[in-house]
């Protein structure tokens, strides 16, 4: 039986997750694995009132775990600063680290990894991309045979929750505190809702399928707060649902990296995830397109992740750092205003002759096609909300328009969402 002990730093919601399930699923994991596993110290500040840890010896300094003589540290104190310092100090006592921080990894990744190889220690992290939904050890390992050349989907648990209750008629504040009540959320739910947690999250798996640097260079990030209920139901009229996206794309040896909403096809796979549900597409040259769904957040799928990473240490302690040993590249990233998409447009105009056409012949004037303009029903306060498809052009033209549009004597108000192509 091989087994491992274990130092917990942090004893907070995912943490206390961990070792319920480590208690809870011990048998599972044994009979799965063949792995057995004893968490011997936890570093808390304070006492958790949802968790017990019966005998387990508890220090109230979290730096003082990675004295203790345990083979891994599992670092779960979220934040990028202090988890960094911890993370090193315990490299340097030469301790196997697993994290569900992807704070720290997208910002510290690449001198985590250095560190570790040098130490002749493993950093895992495949709860830090979708909690237990398998993505880091997938591409890594199981697809390591293939060129990716585009990873896309939602990677952020708390705005698909959010989204898909939207589309069935919920508040958006409400549904926030909701899944904070669930532990989906953030401690500051706003890297979920304003896109920064998916952004960490594809910058992550940008490094180890295109091989860019932790951290990344700056890419287009935006989140989900100016999209409203009836959005899903103009989107809806025309066959698509709106999701949060996180893409990275390579391309004749660029590469695309972007999270933001997005306007997709309601026919395709990641159409009808919906709650917690985190999803992927990933394009692979020998075995095509690979879908993988699953929840990604969350107290269970993330112990999920965690244990999947204890696991892989315990069949194999004593190989160091595979991150720091992939070869880094040197892709250009393009620049986000000079892709090219179709856009979704709401305006909200007076209902009065002549509105659509002094939209059409603004949009004339830019060179900017349209697919399709529809005018929907009158909203009672004299304005009535317009629905516009465009053509494909160039995100650098975009916010001109959109403030064009918005300038027109007859339009109130104007929003848009970029249409994902298929
Ligand atoms: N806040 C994150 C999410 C937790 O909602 O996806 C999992 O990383």
């Given at each position: 039986m091989k087994s491992l002990n274990i130092g917990i730093c942090g004893w907070g919601n995912v943490a206390t997750g961990m070792f319920k399930a480590l208690n809870d699923n011990a048998d599972a994991i044994k009979l799965n694995s063949g792995c057995s596993f004893e968490v011997k110290v936890i570093g808390a500040r304070r006492d958790n009132p949802k968790c017990n840890p019966g005998d387990t010896k508890i220090l109230?300094?979290?730096?003082?775990v990675v004295d203790?003589?345990?083979?891994v540290i599992v670092e779960l104190?979220?934040?990028?600063d202090v988890a960094r310092e911890l993370i090193l100090k315990a490299i340097s006592n030469k301790k196997h680290v697993i994290t569900a921080n992807k704070a720290v990894i997208f910002h510290h990744g690449d001198e985590i990894f250095n560190a570790a190889n040098k130490n002749g220690v493993k950093v895992l992290f495949?709860?830090?991309?979708?909690?237990?939904?398998?993505?880091i050890k997938l591409l890594s390992?199981?697809?390591?045979a293939n060129n990716i050349s585009k990873i896309s989907g939602m990677l952020n648990g708390t705005s698909n929750f959010i989204l898909s209750n939207m589309e069935e008629g919920s508040e958006f504040k409400p549904t926030l505190e909701l899944a904070q009540k669930e532990g989906y959320?953030?401690?500051?739910?706003a890297f979920d809702i304003e896109g920064m947690d998916a952004a960490h999250k594809i910058g992550i798996l940008s490094s180890i399928?295109?091989?860019?640097?932790?951290?990344?260079?700056d890419f287009y990030i935006e989140g989900?707060?100016?999209?409203?209920?009836s959005d899903f139901t103009y989107a809806s009229d025309m066959g698509y649902t709106i999701k949060h996206l996180a893409v990275a794309k390579l391309e004749n040896e660029s590469l695309e990296l972007r999270a933001h909403p997005a306007l997709i096809r309601k026919?395709?796979?990641?159409?009808?995830?919906?709650?917690v549900r985190n999803g992927m597409e990933i394009d692979t040259d020998l075995i095509g397109k690979i879908h993988i769904a699953g929840s990604g957040a969350g107290q269970e799928s993330t112990a999920s992740g965690l244990i999947s990473d204890l696991v892989h240490l315990s069949n194999?302690?004593?190989?160091?750092?595979?991150e720091s040993q992939k070869v880094k590249t040197t892709y250009k990233l393009n620049n986000f205003n000079d892709l090219v998409f179709q856009y979704y447009f709401y305006l909200e105009a007076?209902?009065?002759?002549g509105v659509m056409a002094s939209i059409t012949s603004m949009l004339a004037s830019k060179k900017v096609g349209i697919e399709s303009i529809v005018q929907k029903e009158?909203?009672?306060?004299n304005s009535v909300p317009i629905i516009l498809i465009t053509d494909p052009f160039k995100e650098h033209d975009h916010a001109e328009l959109q403030k064009e549009l918005l300038e027109?004597?007859?339009?109130k108000a104007v929003r848009s969402i970029r249409i994902e192509a298929e």
């Open positions: 109230r300094d979290i730096f003082e203790c003589d345990v083979d104190i979220g934040g990028v495949e709860a830090a991309v979708c909690a237990g939904t398998p993505i390992e199981e697809l390591a959320a953030e401690p500051d739910p399928a295109f091989g860019t640097p932790l951290p990344p260079e989900i707060t100016s999209i409203e209920k026919s395709s796979h990641l159409a009808n995830l919906t709650g194999c302690p004593d190989v160091s750092s595979d007076e209902d009065k002759p009158d909203h009672g306060k027109l004597d007859s339009v």
